[in-house]
C-alpha cells in the first residue's frame, strides 16, 4: 500500500514562502510504483471542506491549479526521490490550512477530492498577517 508522508509546514508571514514535500512509499493495490501514479495535493481550514489545490501528473508533465493558487504556487515532483513538492509563493492568510498530498492509482491528476485513493496525515501552514 501507499504511504504518504507530508513535511515542511510552519508559521510564516504574509508574502513569504514556504516549500511542502510529500515522500511516497508502496505501490498501489494494482501495483502501480510512484513514477506512474499522479499526485495532488489539497487542503483544509478550520470548519470547511477539503479542497483542491493542485495536481501533477506521474510523469510529471501536465499540471492543473486551483483558480486561488495560479501563479503563486508551483507543484513538481522527483521520481527518482520518490518525492512531491508544493512550493508556496505570495503567501496569504487564506492560504492557512492543514495540507494534504494525495496519490491516485488510475486517472490523470484531477481536482476531484474523491477521486484519489491514499492520503498522507497533513502538514499545517500558517500564515500571519
Known amino acids: 500500500q501507499v504511504q504518504l508522508v507530508e513535511s515542511g509546514g510552519g508559521l510564516v508571514q504574509a508574502g513569504g514562502s514556504l516549500r511542502l514535500s510529500c515522500a511516497a512509499s508502496g505501490r498501489t493495490s494494482s501495483g502501480r510504483t510512484f513514477s506512474t501514479y499522479a499526485m495532488g495535493w489539497f487542503r483544509q481550514a478550520p470548519g470547511k471542506e477539503r479542497e483542491f489545490v493542485a495536481a501533477i501528473s506521474g510523469r510529471g508533465s501536465s499540471t492543473i491549479y486551483a483558480d486561488s493558487v495560479k501563479g503563486r504556487f508551483t507543484i513538481s515532483r522527483d521520481n527518482a526521490k520518490i518525492t512531491v513538492y508544493l512550493q508556496m509563493n505570495s503567501l496569504k492568510p487564506e492560504d492557512t490550512a492543514v495540507y494534504y498530498c494525495?496519490?491516485?492509482?488510475w486517472g490523470a491528476g484531477s481536482s476531484n477530492v474523491y477521486e484519489y485513493d491514499y492520503w498522507g496525515q497533513g502538514t499545517q501552514v500558517t500564515v500571519s498577517s
Open positions: 494525495a496519490a491516485r492509482d
